[in-house]
């Protein structure tokens, strides 16, 4: 176990190429926090999200980090695709003690980007069928040819 982060259950790589890593609440949710993931068994991975039930507004379930270093972005201030992957995380690992879950997590406040997403996902036999959805501001536009 990381001398920084608490790991419960066990950390996984359950979704490509994302670690989901739940935090304990009397860790340092920070660059502390990263460092000794990068040391840790999930140090492979290309993307980690920290998720802990501690959060900044009390309508919120989970307060989200996502670090993509490997694809040169330090922190993202909101991420779907992550968080889906966290969404199923969530479910395999009855987080909230059951197979279904209908959730706000909150995003980006440590960058001054805040966000909130909501997450519902349902274990249905062999998988779990997710859907992410939340606002958005738009902050960039483009085209492709």
């Known amino acids: 176990m990381s001398p920084v982060v608490g790991f419960y259950p066990p950390p996984a790589v359950d979704c490509f190429p994302t670690g989901n890593v739940p935090v304990k609440k009397e860790n340092p949710y920070d660059q502390r926090t990263?460092?000794?993931l990068r040391q840790s068994r999930i140090a492979s991975?290309?993307?980690?999200?920290?998720?802990?039930?501690?959060?900044?507004?009390?309508?919120?379930?989970?307060s989200v980090r996502s670090f993509a270093e490997y694809?040169?972005?330090p922190e993202e201030p909101t991420t779907g695709s992550a968080n889906g992957c966290l969404a199923g995380y969530l479910v395999k690992h009855r987080y909230f003690g059951q197979?279904?879950?209908?959730?706000?997590?909150?995003?980006?406040?440590?960058?001054g980007r805040p966000?909130?997403?909501f997450l519902e996902a349902e274990g249905q036999a062999d998988t779990i069928a997710?859907?992410?959805?939340?606002?958005?501001?738009?902050?960039?536009?483009?085209?492709?040819l």
């Open 34 to 36: 990263l460092a000794a």
């Open 45 to 62: 991975a290309k993307a980690v999200l920290l998720f802990r039930p501690e959060t900044r507004y009390r309508e919120n379930d989970l």
């Open 71 to 73: 694809y040169g972005v």
């Open 99 to 111: 197979d279904r879950i209908n959730v706000r997590v909150e995003q980006g406040y440590e960058i």
């Open 115 to 117: 966000s909130r997403l």
């Open 130 to 144: 997710v859907r992410v959805g939340g606002q958005v501001i738009m902050s960039a536009r483009g085209e492709l």
